[in-house]
């Protein structure tokens, strides 16, 4: 497997060895120290916990909602019996996780993003365009599936589902194409739905795959990413302590967008209402660690084609109180309706 990131990249000769993007960097920013307690909030197949556990002699709480990454984990868990737990849960409640595993508070953690190449590359959970299997995309097996929305939701509301979430701008067309064939038939596998995509969107060789848009929006909508990235960012900023380290790998721009607002706003103190003046400023609670984001070499591009949308993103935890998790909601971008652009 080839790491996490959108869109897909075939190997040759099927599958290569798991790469966790950006590991290098990941580990420099996370500066984990002996003694210390970190969460890999997205742990997939634990290829930051492995190098963060390799790096000092501290303990990781890994945590995924992916059932098939807890099944995967138990030879991590021997090597480290004592140093790394891995528990079956949301990131967006990882200050919560920490805390019945004995840690309220954290010297770092990590996150990355998006869809795993695990998931990718296991057909039959319908994250891969390229690969036969029921349009699923359920990270965690429960609710509703990609099938679910594709065949139910209103041509509008599809629509701008696929634009909002996929910032593809032949969404009004695909939905359209979409509602057409499942008036036939229920559109119920990944390469059914990739095909009636690639009838109406087309792209020049070299270019991503047609349907590696919609197939993000269905993903990030059936999964609640945007939602669950920005409540596990406020979680980050309540569990962890002064000097403590977070650490974000994003994939597509809705992501890193959301961890670029959230920093910045982190970085710098809390401005008051201009109706109350008075009302005392709150100071910085995070300090930038990397300024901007950081990109992968092109050495690992290489390597690991998956890897060339990844940013990472890196802070501090200052010495004051996490901020009020009102303003969270703010972090998810007013992305723009399609009826706007007609």
Known sequence: MAGRGDPETETAGGPA????????????????KDDATYVDGTFGAGGYSRAILEAARCRVIGIDRD????????????????????????????????????????????????????????????????????????MARSGLSAADLVNALPEAELANLIYRFGEERQSRNIARAIVKARADAPVTTTLRLAEIVAGVVWAKPHEP?????????????????????????GAAERVLKPGGRLVVVTFHSLEDRIVKNFLNARAKPAAGSRHLP???????????????????????????????SAKLRAAERLDVPAR????????????PDPDARR
Do not use: C, Y
């Not at 060895?17 to 984990?32: F, G, I, N, Q, T």
């Open 17 to 32: 060895r798991h790469l966790p993007v950006m590991l290098r960097e990941v580990v420099a920013h996370l500066a984990p």
């Open 67 to 138: 059932p098939t990454a807890i099944a995967g984990a138990g030879g991590l868990v021997l090597a480290w019996p004592e140093r790394l737990v891995v528990v079956e849960d949301e990131f967006a409640h990882l200050d919560q996780v920490a805390a019945m595993q004995g840690a309220p508070q954290v010297d770092g953690v990590v996150l990355d993003i998006g869809v795993s190449s695990m998931q990718l590359d296991q057909g039959e959970r319908g994250f891969s365009f390229r690969r036969e299997g029921p349009l699923d995309m359920r």
């Open 209 to 233: 795959h047609p349907a590696t848009r919609t197939f993000q929006a269905l993903r990030i909508a059936v999964n609640d990413e945007l939602g669950q990235l920005a409540r596990a960012l």
């Open 278 to 308: 008075a009302v005392k400023q709150e100071p910085p609670s995070f300090r930038l660690v990397a300024r901007g984001a950081v990109e992968p070499s092109e050495a690992e591009i290489a390597a690991n084609p998956r890897a060339r």
């Open 324 to 335: 009020d998790i009102a303003d969270l909601a703010a972090l998810l971008p007013p992305l």
